[in-house]
């Protein structure tokens, strides 16, 4: 064992409090960026849960949310490339959910096919319920929008854009952010939004490329033919892979809201506050050890070779303090399950918090080398 982690060792309640406040940082880190990672993923659930691999949406859509209609006749455009298996139409847009008693709320209208491999609807329905949805007027709702929604039971009835419509079934963790996703066959989305959709337009084309081809080749070749202006032609729709249009939606998301800058600017305050209190916690060890350095310096070791064992301690105390914070991320994050908080921790983020607050604590050791330009072998005398 070296003598860093060997002094460690043996004042082990002196470097306590470093420890602590070295895994504080990396735990807030983890778990503010998580949870605004998992925040904006309900964002894309559209994308995430279809099996689309290329999306084609209205000139410079935001994100999945705000898509605008387009023509349907775009279809033979996307059919023609030979990459592509086959297309179809995706209808989706906020309306007016009339609850039972009169009171109203915003919801996500989402309409597809209901085949069994469909390119649009949710990827964990079953054959039963989309055999539920082939009904007209027939809805699913998230089980925990329930209350939002004014509804009791599966069986319920509503209305959207004032027309009624009947609750079949329930899927379970598909939340929405800005409203309550409300997912119902084509027909039923083209019957629901009429008044803002006319009949030969839908909100999206998807498309499924064939297993050889690669959809961002196909992105970037169709780009090429129809996403560039010119004097012949203007831009008339976006086209983006599924993992680009998810990736477009977030970070439109992450703007609009400066939610990643309140978070940043929390996170970078622990970051300050574990960097201060391990500083000082160093500083102070430092300084309560400044006879054994004394004594070190008189034998003749080098001043460096002393500074180079504070750094080293302050390096062990950068890897206890993310070790013993990533199964207090994980405890936090099952808690955060229970209370509804969805926190997604993704290898890189965990692997990014960690980088972060080793360069922290090592930056706290630096700062704590000015005690030991202080050690002079002639304190010993006195």
């Known amino acids: 064992m070296n003598y860093?982690?060997?002094?460690?060792?043996?004042?082990?309640?002196?470097?306590?409090?470093?420890?602590?406040?070295?895994?504080?940082?990396?735990?807030?880190?983890?778990?503010?960026?998580?949870?605004?990672l998992g925040l904006f993923s309900v964002t894309t659930i559209p994308i995430d849960h279809a099996r689309a691999d290329i999306w084609i949406g209205s000139p410079k859509v935001l994100?999945?949310?705000?898509?605008?209609?387009?023509?349907?006749?775009?279809?033979?455009?996307?059919?023609?490339?030979?990459?592509?298996?086959?297309?179809?139409?995706?209808?989706q847009a906020f309306a007016s959910w009339t609850?039972?008693?009169?009171?109203?709320?915003?919801?996500?209208?989402i309409g597809s096919r209901m085949t069994d491999d469909d390119l649009g609807t949710l990827d964990v329905?079953?054959?039963?319920?989309?055999?539920?949805?082939?009904?007209?007027?027939?809805?699913?709702?998230d089980e925990s929008e329930f209350e939002r929604l004014g509804l009791k039971q599966v069986g319920?009835?509503?209305?959207?854009?004032?027309?009624?419509?009947?609750?079949?079934?329930?899927v379970k963790g598909f939340k929405g952010l800005a409203g309550p996703y409300v997912w119902c066959s084509a027909n039923t989305a083209r019957g629901l939004l009429r008044a803002l959709m006319p009949a030969d337009q839908c909100t999206y084309i998807l498309a499924q490329c064939k297993k050889s081809a690669d959809p961002n080749k196909v992105v970037r070749e169709l780009d090429e033919l129809y996403g560039k202006e010119s004097a012949d032609h203007k831009i008339d729709m976006t086209i983006f892979t599924k993992e680009d249009f998810a990736y477009h939606s977030k970070m439109h998301w992450l703007k609009k809201t400066k939610a990643g800058i309140a978070i940043g600017y929390a996170a970078l305050l622990g970051l300050l506050v574990g960097m201060v209190v391990t500083s000082q916690t160093l500083y102070a060890a430092t300084t309560a050890s400044a006879r054994e350095y004394a004594i070190l310096l008189a034998l003749g070791i080098p001043r460096w070779r002393v500074s180079l064992t504070v750094l080293n301690q302050?390096?062990?105390?950068?890897?206890?303090?993310?070790?013993?914070?990533?199964?207090?991320?994980?405890?936090?994050?099952?808690?955060?399950?229970?209370?509804?908080?969805?926190?997604?921790?993704?290898?890189?983020?965990?692997?990014?918090?960690?980088?972060v607050t080793m360069v922290v604590a090592m930056v706290a050791g630096f700062f704590a080398l000015r005690s030991v330009r202080k050690i002079e072998p002639m304190s010993l005398l006195r």
Not at 11 to 30: H, N
Not at 99 to 109: F, N
Not at 338 to 355: K, M
């Open 63 to 91: 994100s999945v949310d705000l898509g605008k209609p387009i023509p349907q006749a775009f279809v033979s455009r996307i059919a023609s490339h030979p990459d592509i298996e086959r297309t179809e139409y995706y209808y």
């Open 125 to 141: 329905l079953s054959s039963e319920q989309r055999s539920l949805l082939s009904q007209p007027a027939s809805v699913i709702v």
């Open 4 to 36: 860093a982690l060997a002094s460690l060792w043996h004042d082990k309640s002196r470097y306590l409090p470093g420890i602590v406040a070295v895994g504080f940082s990396a735990v807030l880190i983890s778990l503010q960026f998580g949870l605004l």
């Open 99 to 109: 609850k039972s008693d009169g009171g109203s709320d915003l919801c996500m209208v």
């Open 156 to 170: 319920d009835y509503a209305e959207i854009n004032k027309q009624r419509v009947q609750v079949v079934s329930t």
């Open 314 to 355: 302050s390096f062990w105390v950068g890897i206890i303090g993310v070790t013993l914070s990533f199964p207090a991320v994980l405890g936090l994050k099952e808690l955060a399950k229970l209370a509804g908080a969805n926190v997604l921790l993704e290898p890189w983020l965990l692997s990014s918090s960690a980088g």
